[in-house]
């Protein structure tokens, strides 16, 4: 996602926590879905299908290029409707994936309304009014919020859902991080400039890449987000500040390199920590055998590791290729990979709803 955060959240004065925590428990909530027909928003309602999520009634808002037509939910067309100040009348729950610019314009105006945010953009992360939440991390960090709770980045969820077991066993004093990200990161415009360059250049064609600054098919781009004056990306960024806000660790060095792979969906990570106690690789597979949201899939011998192919359309962070760092006293290399749209979107924000009306 991209966007700079403008202005910081306050709530007005006498709402206190406005949160679903105080209100009403209902049986089924009326859910708002902004960004509905994106790779995300449609995600997101899967998502409430499929996990039964007690929805009342689903209202799916986009822009007026989609405003009119139908998402599917539950079996149903349901109509999508303009996204306008308006909007959320009625709304309990509001989901936000239409990029920072609308979470930062529409986000207050939904909670003012009345309804706890779900924001899946850049915009409010790194609000120090707004928690900013991974369900099998963070959880507590969701009874201080206001109004608005935010869903981190992508890669940020799939790597702190591996590194919080290992921090509070072992302390990490550093990680270096390098990621494979797929395209329906960037969106569905993106997954489409991917298929199509694929078929222009089977059909020896040239390309014109219009989402990405360079041709995605059959190649790598160092370059996710904006640069900035340091020369790491947003990306990059977000990465480092997010997983310490998640962690409650201001202290952890985190060193990031983030690119964008010919991959539709799945995100991987290859990770190095440093730790304060030594972890071994058996110590290293014992911790996340039990960790909440990893799966192990750790079997070199059979050829086994995690890939993208086999984690889209999954719910798990998988880990594999764990070794010992040899060329430090006490570090780890793993290879992580997920589902970017479902654990590093969707999911994760359905899971944050599911603990507020819990
Ligand atoms: P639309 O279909 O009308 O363009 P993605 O991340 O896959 O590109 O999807 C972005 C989502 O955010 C889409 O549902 C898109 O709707 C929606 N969106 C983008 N800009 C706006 C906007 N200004 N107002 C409402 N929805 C928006």
């Not at 390309?207 to 020369?231: E, K």
Request: contains cysteine; glycine residues 8%; negative net charge.
């Amino acid at each position: 996602m991209r966007g700079r955060k403008k202005k910081t959240w306050i709530p007005a004065g006498n709402r206190g926590n406005n949160g679903l925590t105080e209100m009403k428990k209902k049986s089924a909530y009326t859910v708002a879905v902004v960004g509905a027909t994106g790779a995300v928003g449609t995600e997101m309602l899967s998502v409430l299908e499929e996990r039964k999520f007690p929805v009342e009634e689903v209202r799916p808002l986009a822009s007026s290029r989609s405003a009119g037509g139908d998402v599917s939910f539950r079996g149903e067309d349901v109509k999508v409707k303009l996204l306008t100040r308006d909007s959320f009348r009625g709304i309990d729950i509001a989901l936000f994936s239409a990029g920072a610019a609308v979470s930062q314009e529409y986000a207050p105006v939904a909670v003012e309304a009345g309804a706890v945010v779900i924001d899946n953009s850049s915009a409010w992360r790194m609000d120090p009014q707004v928690p900013l939440v991974v369900p099998e991390v963070n959880p507590h960090d969701l009874e201080t919020h206001q109004g608005i709770v935010a869903n981190p980045n992508c890669s940020t969820i799939q790597m702190v859902v591996v590194l919080k077991p290992l921090h509070d066993h072992a302390v990490i004093t550093r990680v270096v991080v390098s990621t494979y990200q797929s395209v329906s990161g960037t969106g569905k415009e993106a997954m489409d400039e991917l298929a199509e360059q694929c078929r222009q250049l089977l059909g020896f064609g040239d390309v014109t890449p219009t989402v990405y600054p360079h041709q995605i098919a059959f190649n790598c781009l160092p370059h996710i987000d904006d640069f900035l004056s340091s020369g790491y990306t947003g990306e990059e960024m977000k990465m480092v500040n997010e997983t310490r806000k998640i962690l409650g660790d201001r202290s952890i060095g985190i060193s990031a390199t983030t690119v964008r792979v010919p991959v539709f969906v799945g995100h991987a990570e290859s990770i190095n920590v440093e730790t304060k106690q030594k972890l071994s690789v058996e110590d290293t597979r014992a911790i996340l055998s039990t960790a909440p949201g990893v799966q192990l899939y750790d079997d070199p011998s059979r050829k086994l590791y995690p890939l993208q192919i086999h984690a889209a359309g999954t719910d798990a962070v998988f880990v594999g290729r764990i070794r010992e760092d040899d060329s430090i006293p006490k570090g780890l290399n793993l290879w992580v990979v997920a589902d970017n749209l479902r654990k590093g979107a969707a999911l994760n924000a359905i899971q944050i709803a599911e603990e507020l009306v819990k």
